[in-house]
């Protein structure tokens, strides 16, 4: 394809400023960018399924690059069935589908008396049982934010963009099985399965939903379907990006992280300084009501005043320690029998003022004159001696 470029052709370090580019563009066109990049994986197994990528054994692939050998192999084997009707759609057999996995994981070939569907049946298996899809949710989030976009030239350029995004052996294992898929959509005449029947057949095998609805199947089936129609675009990009590479920049999740963590410092900052003036606030409102409390209770007042007429503390690891003596009990003694004494009278008179008989009593001594009020408590005089009259 004229103006357009592969990345299969490009160093690691190229690879990563392309990305860089690629990341560039997505943000112009306002699209969401995933938080981090994927994880990568160094350890090679023989074993296929349920193993990432780069565990399993793979195959060179003039144009594109390395891909897993049960992919190549699955897909060169459907290839020669291409006419067969309902492909990736008819279910095969179980048994022969268990022991085709087995073949498939001790590296031998499939052997040709084995049925079609069984064949794509186990290819959309393996497809499901990756660790990591081969859409990886980041990328989802990607196309399903092109989905929203009216034309379909900004649907293809994001999808160009965020293919790019990719490690290099998710994006060439892709490109593969997304070129092999048009190639079958290319017979839709004779096996009923155009771009749009395969995007619903492999649609939930490539791109996994967390939380599968009827609206969001429809959304990555049309994902699979322009992932099809447009497969040529899978790993490109303009040619004119070789002018603007520079000899290092940086990978596309440090900008990205930067942004983040300048954001969580912003955040926190703020955050600190609300909390600062929080807490000023409480402190000042504890500190007022404490001393309005200290002012209005005179049991504290007391206790001040003893504790500044006690001698000070000893502390703890001191070499001598006072004991309290008879003289200081002595002391001591008469305050706190005063004390209860005047704790109890208090208490006697709050009680005894409240009944009845003393209302009616003091009453009648207001109205006499003869009532004096001594502090908190008013005294009332002793009744007048009357004399005895004899008879």
Request: hydrophobic share 35%.
């Given at each position: ?259 983040q963590q300048q954001e969580a410092c912003s955040n926190r900052s703020r955050s600190a300084s609300f909390g600062q003036r929080a807490l000023r606030l409480v402190g000042r ?51 706190i029998a005063q004390q209860r004494q005047r704790d109890c009278s208090r208490s006697n008179s709050s009680r005894s003022s409240t009944s009845p008989a003393a209302k009616r ?31």
């Amino acid at each position: 394809m004229s103006g357009t470029t592969y990345c299969e052709k490009l160093s690691e370090a190229k690879q990563r400023q392309v990305c860089a580019l690629a990341v560039k563009e997505l943000l112009q066109l306002g699209i969401q960018l995933p938080k981090a990049r994927l994880p990568a994986y160094t350890e090679r197994s023989t074993q296929c399924f349920g193993r990432p990528l780069l565990q399993q054994a793979s195959t060179e692939i003039e144009g594109i690059g390395k891909v897993p050998t049960v992919l190549v192999a699955c897909c060169s084997f459907i290839s020669d069935h291409l006419q067969v009707e309902g492909l990736f759609r008819i279910e095969g057999s179980k048994v022969r589908q268990r022991d085709l996995r087995l073949r498939l994981d001790k590296g031998l070939p499939i052997l040709d008396a084995t049925p079609i569907h069984d064949v794509c049946s186990v290819l959309k298996a393996w497809l499901r049982e990756l660790p990591e899809p081969l859409v990886p949710r980041e990328l989802s989030k990607i196309l399903l934010q092109a989905t929203n976009r009216r034309t379909l030239e900004k649907q293809v350029k994001i999808l160009r963009l965020g293919c790019l995004l990719l490690p290099s052996s998710q994006l060439t294992a892709m490109r593969y099985l997304c070129l092999f898929l048009k190639r079958v959509s290319s017979h839709s005449q004779i096996n009923r399965m155009p771009a749009p029947n395969l995007g619903a057949c492999l649609g939930p095998s490539l791109i996994q939903p967390m939380d599968a609805t009827m609206e969001l199947l429809g959304r990555i089936n049309g994902i699979a379907t322009l992932l099809i129609d447009f497969a040529h675009e899978i790993g490109s990009y303009p040619t004119n990006w070789i002018e603007r590479l520079e000899p290092w920049v940086e990978p596309w999740t440090e900008p990205i992280q930067q942004q983040q963590q300048q954001e969580a410092c912003s955040n926190r900052s703020r955050s600190a300084s609300f909390g600062q003036r929080a807490l000023r606030l409480v402190g000042r409102a504890v500190s007022r009501i404490a001393s309005r409390s200290r002012s209005r209770s005179p049991r504290l007042q007391q206790s001040q005043q003893h504790a500044s007429r006690s001698p000070p503390p000893v502390l703890f690891n001191a070499t001598t320690c006072p004991t309290p003596t008879r003289s200081t009990a002595s002391r001591r003694a008469p305050v706190i029998a005063q004390q209860r004494q005047r704790d109890c009278s208090r208490s006697n008179s709050s009680r005894s003022s409240t009944s009845p008989a003393a209302k009616r009593r003091r009453f009648l001594m207001r109205r006499l004159g003869s009532v004096r009020q001594v502090g908190y408590f008013e005294v009332l005089p002793p009744p007048p001696l009357v004399a005895f009259r004899q008879h």
